[in-house]
Nanobody, 120 residues
Framework: QVQLVESGGGLVQPGGSLRLSCAAS????????MGWYRQAPGKERELVAS???????KYADSVKGRFTIYRDLLKNTVALQMNNLKPEDTAAYYC??????????????WGQGTQVTVSS
């Protein structure tokens, strides 16, 4: 099994910044993509940003220019730097990762979620 543990959520004023972190542990053979999704009340979960093992990134249009995703391949961690936060960024943020375990079984794992609230 592969576990993901997130940290870094909280309450911030509009225009402020937060950094989310996620660490993967367990029977990791190889990690492919890691990323962040978010889900606001009454809405579907959506991709915020992702990064492959080769460094290719993808961002939701709503966060381009404000959010940056980082990854440490050796430590199996991923971080999301969020700047110029807006009230519409309020959501539960989930870390996601996929790859192969040490027994070469494909896995897709999710973190437990961390709440980000943007409000004055």
């Amino acid at each position: 099994q592969v576990q993901l543990v997130e940290s870094g959520g909280g309450l911030v004023q509009p225009g402020g910044s937060l950094r989310l972190s996620c660490a993967a542990s367990g029977s990791i053979g190889s990690m492919n993509a890691m990323g962040w999704y978010r889900q606001a009340p009454g809405k579907e979960r959506e991709l915020v940003a992702s990064i492959t093992s080769g460094g290719s990134t993808k961002y939701a249009d709503s966060v381009k220019g404000r959010f940056t995703i980082y990854r440490d391949l050796l430590k199996n961690t991923v971080a999301l730097q969020m700047n110029n936060l807006k009230p519409e960024d309020t959501a539960a943020y989930y870390c996601n990762a996929d790859g192969y375990s040490t027994s070469w079984t494909k896995f897709v794992s999710w973190g437990q979620g961390t709440q980000v609230t943007v409000s004055s």
